[in-house]
């Protein structure tokens, strides 16, 4: 198991990393816990590190209007096109 979070430090005494990308290890399943506004990006980061499996709890989608189209960019690759 390695924690993730943006402020690094420790979680129930294991050091957090502040990025999936900074393990330097094969992950094979991620659980996604952020606001809305966050998993895109957050998806984006797993599909570099190649995880096949992820877990999302969140809220926030349907107060967001249209959320989806708005984080589509041509240099961010589509979660689906990257496995998942």
Known sequence: IYPVNLS?????G???FRS???????IDMVC??????????SIV???EKKV????IITSGFSEIGNFAEEKKSPTMPAPRG???
Request: net charge negative.
């Open 14 to 16: 294991i050091p957090a």
């Open 82 to 84: 990257c496995g998942f």
């Open 20 to 26: 999936i990308l900074d393990i330097d290890d094969t």
């Open 45 to 47: 980061s797993c599909a």
């Open 32 to 41: 996604i816990t952020l606001p809305a506004e966050l998993v895109y990006d």
């Open 52 to 55: 096949k499996y992820a877990v």
């Open 8 to 12: 690094g430090g420790e979680i129930e």
